[in-house]
């Protein structure tokens, strides 16, 4: 069995774990160790199960936890060489795990997949964590599906699947136009229509499961973005992430 849960999503935070009865992977720590032990905590989810950290990439929402976590929990943080470098120094972990895009990391029982994808970072990665034949993805901050993300999107048991804005919402909000022009471009965020294209082209049968994740507070709701799913209520089971706490924990 395995459990998954967004212990935060969205732009002020990312944390996404992923674990069993004796282990667990956390993919992302952008919110404060102290956050996380206490959000595992109301979900009764142990952090001494915890066997490695992996981070996507260096924006503040996705490491500002990671150096902290790293030292308190003793365990290692995987991130490649270019988006350590490219961190904040205050953000750094202190003793990073490199790793190559396309490696894949051995932790615990895990298997770590890692892939490159489009994003405004350094060297940006999404995983897919293997346990057994099970595998879970974590598809956020995403400008648009690459071939890597449409491949390992097709052998996915569950998936942390970026909603990130509605198009409307994003052309007739506030975000400045620059803003607007980045979120919406191929190095920026995965919009509801976005991601239900890549699931309805490229999911494959195993897809049971799928938690839109990164949801925008100012260019999205959460209704909405269950809204744009419709079409595939039928086929998966589709869960909430949110900024605020950790979402319930989910069992394949």
Request: proline share 4%; charged share 20%.
């Given at each position: 069995?395995?459990?998954?849960?967004?212990?935060?999503?969205?732009?002020?935070?990312?944390?996404?774990?992923?674990?069993?009865?004796?282990?667990?992977?956390?993919?992302?720590?952008?919110?404060?160790?102290?956050?996380?032990?206490?959000?595992?905590?109301?979900?009764?989810?142990?952090?001494?199960?915890?066997?490695?950290?992996?981070?996507?990439?260096?924006?503040?929402?996705?490491?500002?936890?990671?150096?902290?976590?790293?030292?308190?929990?003793?365990?290692?943080?995987?991130?490649?060489?270019?988006?350590?470098?490219?961190?904040?120094?205050?953000?750094?972990?202190?003793?990073?795990?490199?790793?190559?895009?396309?490696?894949?990391?051995?932790?615990?029982?895990?298997?770590?997949?890692?892939?490159?994808?489009?994003?405004?970072?350094?060297?940006?990665?999404?995983?897919?964590?293997?346990?057994?034949?099970?595998?879970?993805?974590?598809?956020?901050?995403?400008?648009?599906?690459?071939?890597?993300?449409?491949?390992?999107?097709?052998?996915?048991?569950?998936?942390?699947?970026?909603?990130?804005?509605?198009?409307?919402?994003?052309?007739?909000?506030?975000?400045?136009?620059?803003?607007?022009?980045?979120?919406?471009?191929?190095?920026g965020h995965l919009s509801n229509a976005q991601a239900l294209e890549l699931l309805?082209?490229?999911?494959?049968?195993?897809?049971?499961?799928?938690l839109l994740s990164h949801i925008s507070k100012e260019n999205n709701t959460p209704?909405?973005?269950?809204?744009?799913m419709k079409p595939l209520s039928q086929e998966y089971q589709i869960e909430l992430?949110?900024?605020?706490?950790?979402?319930?924990?989910?069992?394949?």
């Open positions: 069995m395995i459990e998954i849960c967004a212990i935060a999503s969205g732009s002020n935070g990312n944390c996404y774990y992923i674990g069993n009865q004796n282990e667990a992977v956390l993919i992302d720590a952008g919110i404060s160790f102290k956050q996380i032990v206490q959000r595992m905590g109301e979900r009764n989810l142990n952090p001494a199960k915890i066997k490695a950290l992996f981070i996507t990439h260096e924006h503040s929402d996705h490491i500002s936890g990671a150096r902290v976590l790293g030292k308190r929990l003793r365990v290692p943080v995987y991130l490649t060489a270019k988006t350590w470098y490219g961190a904040y120094k205050k953000q750094r972990p202190d003793f990073p795990s490199f790793f190559q895009p396309g490696d894949v990391v051995e932790a615990g029982g895990f298997s770590v997949h890692s892939f490159l994808k489009n994003h405004d970072a350094s060297e940006p990665c999404s995983f897919r964590v293997q346990h057994g034949e099970k595998s879970v993805g974590v598809f956020t901050d995403i400008g648009e599906p690459c071939e890597n993300v449409k491949s390992q999107v097709g052998q996915c048991h569950a998936l942390f699947l970026e909603t990130n804005y509605d198009e409307r919402m994003l052309w007739e909000g506030s975000y400045p136009y620059f803003l607007k022009k980045r979120v919406a471009s191929s190095v309805q082209n490229h999911a494959g049968d195993t897809l049971k499961c799928v209704a909405t973005a269950l809204s744009a992430t949110s900024r605020f706490e950790a979402s319930q924990v989910f069992q394949l």
